[in-house]
C-alpha cells in the first residue's frame, strides 16, 4: 500500500510561496489570525500556522480578543484588519462565542481576504466552479494531495463521508469540478458500508476515532482520512482505522501527516493567490520598489 | 407503475397562495419577468407563467427589451424594477446577450427578490441549507413532487444526472438536506448504467431526448424527468424514455404535466414567500388597509 504522506504536497506548495516572496521582494503577505478566547484546539492549530508560516516566508499576526469581548468591540477588530492593506487574508477561529454576531462578519468581509472559503461570494464560487473563489482550506487539501499523487479523479467514483460546510459539501463540488462522480453519505445513510464499499476515492471526515474499518473500503481503493481525534490511549488519530485499512486501501493518507499537514500549507498558497489578486485590482506603483526594497 | 403528475402539487400551491392573497387584501405581490430578444422558449415560458400567475391570483409584468439594447439602458431597466417596492420578485430570462454585464446585475440583485436563486446569496444559502433561500424554481420543483406524492427521501439513494448551476448541483444539497445519499453524476461518470441503477430515486436532468431507458433504472425506482426536448417526430419529451421507463419504475413524472408544471408553481410560492419576507423587514402600516382596500 502507497502511504500518501502530505508533507511532498506542503513542500512543493512552500516551493512556491517562497517563489512568490523572493520574485515579490517588499510585498510580505501577512495573514491575520482572528482567535477569541484560549481553546486549546485553536492555540494549537495558530502555533502550527505560525510555525509553517515562518518556513514558507510569510507573516501570519494574531489578534486576540478575551472569551467574554462584546460584539461591538469584535467587529472594531474585525473592520480594522477587513480594511488594513497590509493584511492579505483573514483566518477567523470558529465558532465564535454566542455574543458575537457572525452573520454581520461575514457581511463585511473581503472575499479576497476570505481565505478559508466562508463568504457568500466564495461559497458560491466554489459551487459554480470558479478558479478565483477560495474553498475551505481542508476541502481544498483533499484535492490537492489527490492531485499531488497523481490520483486520477476524473470518471472514478468518489464517496464522501460527512456534510459539512467545511468538507463534505464544498469537497463534493470541487471533485465535480475534477470530473468525479461524487456521492455524499453522512450519519442517515442506509447501508453505509455497501455504498462506501463501491468508491475507488473514499474520504472519510466524521470526527469518530478509527470508525471506518475494511469491510467500509473497495480493494485497492485510494483513503483520504480527514478526522483528527484522540484515540483512548490518549494518541492522535483519524476516522480509520490504519491497520485495517492497509490490508485493504491502494493509498491512503496517514493521520497525523497527510490531509492535515497540507490544510496549512493550502492556507499559505489562498495566502499568496489572496495578495497576488489584491495587487492585481491595486497595481505596485514601480516607484515604490526603491522605498520597499 | 404510479404516474406522478405535477398537476396535484401545483394545485397545493395555487391553494396556498391564493389563501395568501385572500388575508393580505390589497397586497399584491407582483413578479417582474425581464426578457432581453424575443428567443421562442422565453416567450413560451413567459406566457406560461402569466398564465399561471392570473389562475393563482397574483400579477406578473413583463418588461421586454431588444436584443440589442444597450449594458447600459439595461441596467437602468434592472435597477429601476430591483428597487421598486412594488415589485417583490425578479426572473431574468438568460443567458442574456454578451454586451450585457451579468454578474454586476448579479452583485446588485435584491437577493430577496431572487425566485430563482442566482445571487452569491441565495447560492450559498442553499448550500448551507437555509429555510429562507431560494433555490433555483426547477431544482425546487424536483423536491416538491418526491414531497407531495410521499416518496420517501431520508436515507435512500438519489442518483441525480446532470451537474448545472439550475438541477444537478443545488439539487444535491437540497436533497442533503433532506438526508438522502445523493450521488451526481455527468457526461464523464464511466459506466453510467451500473451507477444510475443502484438509485432508489433517480433524476434526469440530462437534455437529451429519450436518453434514459430502461436500463438505468432499478426495479421499482422513482423517476424524476427534468428534461424537456422535442422528439424526431416534434413532439415535447424528457430525458427518459417513457415506454420503457413505465416498464420498471415503480413512479415517474410525465413529460410534459410533470417538472415544469411544478416549476412555474413554485416561482409563484416563491413570490409570495418575497412578498412577506418583504413586508417583514418593512411591516405595514395597519391604518394603509383603508386606504388599499
Known amino acids: 500500500m502507497q502511504e500518501l504522506r502530505g508533507k511532498i504536497i506542503a513542500d512543493q506548495i512552500k516551493g512556491e510561496c517562497l517563489d512568490f516572496v523572493g520574485q515579490y521582494n517588499g510585498i510580505l503577505p501577512a495573514l491575520a489570525i482572528l482567535r477569541v478566547g484560549h481553546k486549546e484546539a485553536d492555540l494549537s492549530y495558530e502555533r502550527s500556522i505560525k510555525k509553517r508560516f515562518m518556513d514558507f516566508g510569510l507573516e501570519a499576526k494574531d489578534y486576540e480578543l478575551p472569551e467574554n469581548v462584546s460584539n461591538e468591540e469584535f467587529q472594531q477588530v474585525f473592520d480594522f484588519i477587513n480594511q488594513d492593506p497590509e493584511i492579505h487574508g483573514i483566518l477567523v477561529m470558529r465558532p465564535l462565542p454566542k455574543q458575537i454576531d457572525e452573520a454581520a462578519m461575514l457581511r463585511k468581509m473581503n472575499p479576497l481576504k476570505d481565505l478559508d472559503g466562508i463568504t457568500d461570494t466564495n461559497v458560491a464560487g466554489v459551487m459554480r466552479g470558479d478558479a478565483d473563489a477560495f474553498a475551505p482550506c481542508t476541502a481544498q487539501a483533499v484535492v490537492e494531495i489527490l492531485k499531488g499523487h497523481q490520483i486520477e479523479m476524473a470518471g472514478k ?93 491502494g493509498a491512503a493518507t496517514p493521520v497525523p501527516g497527510g490531509v492535515g499537514t497540507v490544510t496549512t500549507a493550502v492556507l499559505a498558497k489562498h495566502l499568496v493567490q489572496a495578495a497576488k489578486l489584491q495587487m492585481k485590482l491595486a497595481p505596485i506603483d514601480d516607484s515604490a520598489d526603491e522605498y520597499l526594497s
Open 157 to 249: 467514483e468518489v464517496c464522501i463521508i460527512g456534510r459539512s460546510m467545511v468538507v463534505g459539501k464544498p469537497l463534493s463540488m470541487l471533485l465535480l469540478q475534477e470530473n468525479a462522480t461524487v456521492t455524499v453519505c453522512h450519519s442517515k445513510t442506509e447501508d453505509l458500508k455497501a455504498v462506501t464499499s463501491r468508491a475507488d476515492i473514499l474520504v472519510a471526515a466524521i470526527g469518530k476515532a478509527k470508525f471506518i474499518s475494511s469491510g467500509y473500503v473497495k480493494e485497492d481503493a485510494t483513503v483520504i482520512d480527514v478526522g483528527i481525534n484522540v484515540d483512548e490511549a490518549g494518541n492522535l488519530c483519524g476516522d480509520c482505522d490504519w491497520d485495517q485499512i492497509i490490508l485493504k486501501a
